[in-house]
């Protein structure tokens, strides 16, 4: 089993910045990649952007060249920093991790006004 937990999200206006964070605790060993997901009011869950174990950061093209997905490994804690946030931005996110299993967090709620 795999815990995640986000914290980092609040209200910005636009052309603001946040840094989520998720930590990992449980079976971290067997996780073999790790990103972020955004859900909008009325809208479907999307994907924001992933980091495989192996390296090599995908993105949406929605966020790229605004935000950054990272992980430190040794505090089994992944990020995603959040630059230039446009109103658009606004949804919960929601860590996932993916290992035999797929494994989400509680999702942390941004807002972000005009």
């Known amino acids: 089993q795999v815990q995640l937990v986000e914290s980092g999200g609040g209200k910005v206006q636009a052309g603001g910045s946040l840094r989520l964070s998720c930590a990992a605790s449980?079976?971290?060993?067997?996780?073999?990649?790790m990103g972020w997901h955004r859900q909008a009011p009325g809208k479907q869950r999307e994907l924001v952007a992933t980091?495989?174990?192996?390296?090599?950061?995908n993105y949406a093209d929605s966020v790229k060249d605004r935000f950054t997905i990272s992980r430190d490994n040794a505090k089994n804690t992944l990020y995603l920093q959040m630059n230039s946030l446009k109103p658009d931005d606004t949804a919960v996110y929601y860590c996932?991790?993916?290992?035999?299993?797929?494994?989400w967090g509680q999702g942390t709620q941004v807002t972000v006004s005009s």
């Open positions: 980091l495989p174990q192996s390296g090599g950061a």
């Open positions: 996932r991790a993916e290992g035999f299993w797929t494994y």
């Open positions: 449980g079976s971290t060993s067997r996780i073999k990649s």
